[in-house]
């Protein structure tokens, strides 16, 4: 069932208003998902490999063009479950970077700088790598950082 913007944008007032700290969805939805695209500075899209990737020696610099996040928020308590993202890396490299932590701790740095706060990604299950597309995620729960992304999606969908 698609939910129309009217819909989507009455739950996130709604969910942005909550005092409760609890996110006020319909009971027949699970979750809502808002995306957003980041086109990455180009004195920000080199980020170094540490060779250390259990899939062989993957060493260098993988270009990271954009980013795409897909921000989750789902029935249940904020802390635990939501706000939560999805980060897709767009870079030049096929998916045998994933695991290598270089490339974690470095792409962090740049969406810190890029967001102007302190956000963490970590790689997703090796299934959901693909060549050129690296999948992400951010730690569930109101962080700092999360919080900055939040207001970033809500912006570019017009909340």
């Known amino acids: 069932m698609r939910i129309s913007k009217n819909d989507t ?3 996130w007032q709604t ?3 909550s005092t409760s700290g609890k996110y006020d969805l319909p009971k027949d939805r699970a979750y809502i998902v ?3 695209k980041v086109r990455i500075p180009k004195h920000l899209q080199k980020i170094p490999l540490s060779g250390k990737s259990l899939w062989g020696n993957i060493s260098g610099i993988s270009k990271v063009t954009s980013v795409e996040l897909d921000f989750h928020i789902s029935n249940g308590d904020v802390e635990s479950v939501s706000p939560y993202f999805m980060v897709t890396a767009k870079h030049n490299r096929k998916w ?3 695991t ?3 490339f974690e701790k470095n792409l ?3 969406l810190s700088e890029v967001f102007k706060a302190h956000i963490v990604v970590s790689f997703t299950e090796q299934g959901m790598q693909e060549n050129y597309r690296a999948s992400l995620e951010t730690p569930s729960g109101a962080t700092p950082g999360n919080l900055v992304l939040m207001n970033y999606v ?3 969908n017009n909340f």
Do not use: F, G, P, W
Request: some cysteine; glycine content about 0%; charged content about 30%.
């Open 9 to 11: 944008r009455n739950r």
């Open 15 to 17: 969910a942005l208003n």
């Open 34 to 36: 808002l995306h957003a």
């Open 96 to 98: 045998e970077i994933y």
């Open 100 to 102: 290598d932590q270089t």
């Open 108 to 110: 962090s740095k740049v």
């Open 154 to 156: 809500l912006c570019k």
